[in-house]
């Protein structure tokens, strides 16, 4: 435990470095949701490059570290409609609160910003509540 | 060189997220499990990736980006329905599949079929989400 813990701390720095990266040079939000957003509903438009940039680098490096070091898992559930309910829930709830968890989390929650603090609140709140009603009461994840 | 810079900061966020674990979905899920067999690990990323961008935050006062005219202008600080309605389904689907927007992009090579479609929900979802802001606009006017 404590080796995914460490790596959890190490991982976290380069998620932050990242976000303070694109801040300080581009001036601009590591949300992840709100760059992908902004490719499907258009309100991203102007700068797509930037983000489409951005989104392979995430695909891409990842992808290929995984495979380099003898592959990853991501241990997602195989039932469907969980699957597709969650992803749903996922795209509606992060464009209506406009951010997610490195948006409203990471670079809010850094900014001491109000919205960043109670989105987090809340996600993780109605997330807790989901588990204890799928998991633990009626047992489908 | 915008760009290259924007697919560098891609590149170190996906990085992080696998090195961190947070690609796998089970211990997201375990995180929000606290009266499972609860899993701090994303508590230690959350403090990792603070801490650099609350630096990052302290040394924008006063300055500007290197390659842009101004820093984002801070949000108004309100806490609106829209806030706390996505936040809350957000969280729900996040504990239903142990994925959010940033590692389910990252995990997608690797991640099979599953994985490519919660991403199709999840890029649906966005795609309906503008009209579903106007509809909460309208039944809110009219209540």
Known sequence: ?141 | MRVFVSFLVGSIFGLGLLVSGMTDTTKVQGWLDVFGNWDPTLAFVMMGAIVPMAVAWRFTIGRKPVLDDAFPARPEPSVSRNLVLGSTLFGMGWALSGLCPGPAVASLAFGGVGGLVFLGAMLAGMAVAPGVRLRLDRVAAAV
């Open chain 1, 1 to 141: 435990m404590p080796t995914d813990w460490i790596m959890g701390l190490a991982g976290g720095v380069l998620i932050g470095a990242a976000a303070a990266l694109f801040l300080l040079v581009n001036g601009r939000i590591m949300g992840a949701s709100g760059i992908i957003g902004g490719l499907v509903d258009g309100s991203g438009r102007h700068d797509w490059i930037e983000r489409a940039a951005l989104l392979a680098g995430l695909l891409l490096v990842p992808g290929i570290a995984a495979f380099a070091t003898g592959g990853s898992e991501t241990y997602l559930t195989g039932n469907w409609a969980v699957i597709i309910a969650s992803g749903l829930l996922v795209g509606i709830g992060t464009r209506l609160a406009n951010g997610c968890t490195s948006g409203h989390g990471v670079c809010g929650i850094s900014r001491l910003s109000l919205r960043g603090i109670v989105s987090t609140a809340f996600y993780i709140g109605a997330g807790g509540l989901t588990i204890v009603i799928f998991k633990h009461v009626l047992g489908v994840i």
